[in-house]
C-alpha cells in the first residue's frame, strides 16, 4: 500500500521521535506498567486484571493485557490518545493521577514497540492501533493512527468508506489480529458494559534477547528480569523493585480497586496500616500556598490563551460560512474542517477555564504534607521514605537521616 492511501487516517499531534523519546521518562520498569493501571483507577474500574498471553510470532512471545470495567470512552474520547497534553479526567474532580494525558503513550511505548486500545462505552466501541513496527517497516516519519470505530450491537463502521477499509487493512497486516473474527474478539473481552482492553506487544528486551518483563518464572506475577538494586539494603533486593506483584499492593495509598496479575487477586494494602504504632504530623508552609499561586496564575493563562485560539477559530469558521465560490463540496468540506477544528478549541478552552477556576477555588484550602512515622517490624532492613502523590507511590525506600548511615 502506497503512503500517498495514508492521507485520510488520523494522525497523532506528535512526531514519531517523540514517542521514543516520551518513553524514556520511566526509569522504573514497573512505574511504566503502573501508569496503566493508573488509567483503569481514573476511569473509575471496581476491577482490572493484567494477564498476558502467549504468543511466539512476537518479539519477547507474549501479550501483555490491561482490562478493566472502567467508563471506557467514546469515539472522540479515543481520539484524544494520540494528543499529547488532551486529557478529559481534567474537567472532573483532580483527585485523579493522570491529568495530562500522556501516561498511557509513555508507560505503554516503554514496555513493548507496539499499542492497541480496545474500549467500550454507550452505543460505540473504538480500537486504537499506535504501531512503531508499522512506521519502522514502512519508513513513515509522522505518526499515523488508525482508529475505526464501530456499533455495539451491529458492529458495523461508523464511518465506511475507504478510511475504513484502510485502517482495518493496516491492522489486519501489523497487529496480532489478522482478521474480523480475531479482532472483534478483543471487544468480546469486555463484558461489562462499559471498559477498556490495553495490549501491548513486541516487547523490549535485554542485551541476552531475553524479555525485561519475565512472566514465565512465576505463573502469577511478572518479574523485572533486571531490576536495579543500587539504593536497598546489604540483605538483598526490595521485593517492590523485583515483584509486580509486591509493587501493586502498595502502589495506592487508599487502595480501592480489585488487581488481579496473571487470574490471582492481588492482596493490597495500606502501607501506614502495616507499620507498628504509625504516628501521623501535618506539616504546613507558606511555600506551599506561593506555589499553588503560581499555579493559578499559569493556569489562568493557558485558559485566556485557549479561549482567544477557540474565538479565532469560530471567526474564520463563520467567515467561510459566509462567503460564496467555487463548487459546493468543496465549500461545504472546508467549511466542517473549519467548524470541527472550532469545537475542538472550544472544548479545549472550557476544560482549561474549568482546570483554573477548579485551582483558584482550592486556594482557599490549607496546605499540608502529612507525614507517617512507624516501625516495620517484619523486616526492619525495608526502610526508608515512602512518597504519594494523589494516592500513587511515586518514590519507595528513599533513605535520609540515620538511614543513609544503615542506621534507624
Not at 499529547?84 to 516503554?110: A, P, V
Not at 506483584?245 to 494494602?269: D, F, L
Not at 494523589?390 to 537521616?401: A, F, N, Q, T, W
Request: hydrophobic share 30%; with cysteine.
Amino acid at each position: 500500500m502506497s503512503q500517498e492511501e495514508y492521507t485520510s487516517l488520523s494522525r497523532a499531534q506528535l512526531s514519531f521521535d517523540y514517542l521514543h523519546t516520551n518513553s524514556t521518562t520511566h526509569e522504573f520498569l514497573f512505574g511504566a506498567l503502573a501508569e496503566l493501571v493508573d488509567n483503569s483507577r481514573d476511569a473509575n474500574a471496581t476491577t482490572i486484571n493484567i494477564f498476558t498471553v502467549p504468543d511466539e510470532s512476537l518479539r519477547g512471545g507474549y501479550l501483555l493485557c490491561f482490562l478493566d470495567d472502567g467508563s471506557g470512552m467514546d469515539p472522540n474520547e479515543t481520539a484524544d490518545i494520540i494528543t499529547f497534553g488532551r486529557s478529559t479526567k481534567r474537567d472532573e474532580e483532580n483527585s485523579h493521577i493522570g491529568m495530562y494525558g500522556n501516561g498511557l503513550k509513555s508507560g505503554s511505548m516503554r514496555i513493548g514497540n507496539d499499542l492497541m486500545v480496545f474500549t467500550k462505552k454507550d452505543k460505540a466501541m473504538s480500537c486504537l492501533f499506535l504501531s512503531r513496527t508499522f512506521h519502522e517497516e514502512e519508513g513513515i516519519d509522522e505518526v499515523i493512527v488508525p482508529l475505526p470505530s464501530f456499533e455495539v450491537n451491529s458492529r458495523k463502521p461508523v464511518s465506511k468508506g475507504k478510511k475504513h477499509e484502510i485502517e482495518m487493512e493496516l491492522i489486519y497486516k501489523y497487529s496480532p489480529f489478522h482478521n474480523e473474527a480475531e479482532f472483534f474478539e478483543q471487544f468480546d473481552k469486555i463484558e461489562s458494559e462499559s471498559g477498556t482492553l490495553v495490549i501491548i506487544y513486541n516487547m523490549k528486551l535485554l542485551d541476552n534477547g531475553l524479555p525485561e518483563l519475565d512472566v514465565l518464572s512465576d505463573p502469577w506475577d511478572i518479574i523485572s528480569a533486571h531490576p536495579s538494586a543500587e539504593e536497598d539494603s546489604d540483605e538483598g533486593l526490595m521485593p517492590e523493585r523485583k515483584s509486580f506483584r509486591a509493587y501493586t499492593a502498595i502502589v495506592y495509598e487508599n487502595p480501592s480497586m480489585k488487581i488481579y496479575i496473571q487470574g490471582k487477586k492481588v492482596r493490597t494494602k495500606r502501607l501506614a496500616c502495616c507499620l507498628y504504632k504509625p504516628k501521623m504530623y501535618k506539616y504546613s508552609s507558606n511555600r506551599f500556598k506561593t506555589r499553588a499561586e503560581m499555579d493559578v496564575s499559569k493556569s489562568k493563562e493557558d485558559a485566556k490563551n485557549a479561549e482567544h485560539r477557540a474565538k479565532e477559530a469560530e471567526s474564520k469558521a463563520k467567515h467561510i460560512e459566509s462567503k460564496q465560490g467555487g463548487s459546493l463540496k468543496e465549500h461545504r468540506a472546508e467549511l466542517r474542517r473549519a467548524q470541527q477544528h472550532a469545537a475542538e478549541l472550544r472544548r479545549d478552552a472550557k476544560l482549561k477555564k474549568e482546570l483554573a477556576d477548579r485551582k483558584e477555588r482550592s486556594l482557599k484550602e490549607p496546605k499540608t504534607l502529612n507525614f507517617i512515622f512507624g516501625v516495620n517490624l517484619d523486616n526492619r532492613s525495608h526502610d526508608g521514605v515512602f512518597v504519594y502523590n494523589c494516592s500513587r507511590l511515586i518514590k519507595m525506600y528513599e533513605k535520609v537521616g540515620p538511614q543513609t548511615d544503615g542506621g534507624v
